[in-house]
T-cell receptor
Framework: NAGVTQTPKFRILKIGQSMTLQCTQDMNHNYMYWYRQDPGMGLKLIYYSVGAGITDKGEVPNGYNVSRSTTEDFPLRLELAAPSQTSVYFC?????????????????FGPGTRLTVL | QQQVKQSPQSLIVQKGGISIINCAYENTAFDYFPWYQQFPGKGPALLIAIRPDVSEKKEGRFTISFNKSAKQFSLHIMDSQPGDSATYFCAARPYNFNKFYFGSGTKLNVKP
């Protein structure tokens, strides 16, 4: 299993440009998440999804959009990029089933996308 | 309102010493408490986790202590090594939903 993969690894955008951060997981997880991490700070939840076709806002959704058309993919769309969106973006996934269990509940993170908006 | 409060923000420990990081929460619906380790330039990775039906869980040099009545849990790293230098996040998840609430992180520096 590749786990959670993210592309691109790095990107520089100009103010007002748009882009899509890609996230794919091959673990058949139902939950997927997008977080941002500013330098020296913790993780802030942007959006999450509990399954294909179902998404919901996290703490900091403004300026972002998501879609979940398949179990595997959860792209994050930035419209009209702003310097405040300069950050490292992490995608994560987890599985929550009826059986539960520690490993079944664990979040697995991707390697991150480092985005700079100038 | 921050659901999980973590301290200290940074920690310097000598090699061989004990590193202790503390977290506190208020939501009694939380039933799963993982700790994540993050190295520079990498994503967080699960280190160890505990459920509230036990007061302690140990995996190698890493131990979680859990105090349900005080709504506190802590990570203890015994015989700390320079390779343990990383940022550590505590988190909590409610029993009925896989939404994780993270602490603000502790940057640990273990000096040789």
């Amino acid at each position: 299993n590749a786990g959670v993969t993210q592309t691109p690894k790095f990107r520089i955008l100009k103010i007002g440009q748009s882009m899509t951060l890609q996230c794919t997981q091959d673990m058949n997880h139902n939950y997927m998440y997008w977080y941002r991490q500013d330098p020296g700070m913790g993780l802030k939840l942007i959006y999450y999804s509990v399954g294909a076709g179902i998404t919901d806002k996290g703490e900091v959704p403004n300026g972002y959009n998501v879609s979940r058309s398949t179990t595997e993919d959860f792209p994050l769309r930035l419209e009209l990029a702003a310097p405040s969106q300069t950050s490292v973006y992490f995608c994560a996934s987890s599985y929550r089933g009826l059986a539960g269990g520690d490993r079944g509940d664990t979040q697995y993170f991707g390697p991150g996308t480092r985005l700079t908006v100038l | 309102q921050q659901q999980v409060k973590q301290s200290p923000q940074s920690l310097i420990v000598q090699k061989g010493g004990i590193s202790i990081i503390n977290c506190a929460y208020e939501n009694t619906a939380f039933d799963y408490f993982p700790w994540y380790q993050q190295f520079p330039g990498k994503g967080p990775a699960l280190l160890i986790a505990i459920r509230p039906d036990v007061s302690e869980k140990k995996e190698g040099r890493f131990t979680i202590s859990f105090n349900k009545s005080a709504k506190q849990f802590s990570l203890h790293i015994m015989d700390s090594q320079p390779g343990d230098s990383a940022t550590y996040f505590c988190a909590a998840r409610p029993y009925n939903f896989n939404k994780f609430y993270f602490g603000s992180g502790t940057k640990l520096n273990v000096k040789p």
